[in-house]
């Protein structure tokens, strides 16, 4: 029978520990690199966009906000901090509640938190109240 020493146990106990705690910083996994949404889809109507606010399009990896009345902006909803989709947007923030970064809803610059850039921009159009894919 082998004997395991005990400095053995605690190496391999420390070496577990220090891959759980980078697993635990790692991205999701996904591409969440590049929004993914076909050039004149529907993504939402007018309606669905609340003044000030916005709303979060998972499956596409985008976030539209109405900054002001009539004003239909888009952007990746990748935070650029790790790879993470934001969390929320409401009183003319986009919020990442992952790790606590925010961005601008109306330019999708970084104003705090551990971003290290702004949001990019995707082009859409408005048309008889739909919001479509550029």
Known sequence: MTQVSRRIVFSGLGALGV????????????????????????????AEVPVGGGIILTDEKI??????????????????HQGLLVTSVEDG??????HG?????ANGDATG???SGPLASVDITVEDGKI???
């Open 113 to 115: 938190g551990p971003a």
């Open 63 to 80: 976030v539209i906000t109405q900054p002001t009345e009539g004003d239909f902006l888009a952007f990746t909803a990748v935070c650029t």
């Open 101 to 105: 970064s925010s961005y601008d809803a």
């Open 19 to 46: 891959a759980a705690a980078l697993a635990g910083c790692a991205g999701s996994g996904d591409d969440t690199s590049e929004p993914k949404v076909s050039s004149g889809a529907e993504l939402a109507t007018t």
């Open 93 to 98: 923030t986009i919020h990442c509640a992952n």
């Open 132 to 134: 479509l894919a550029g």
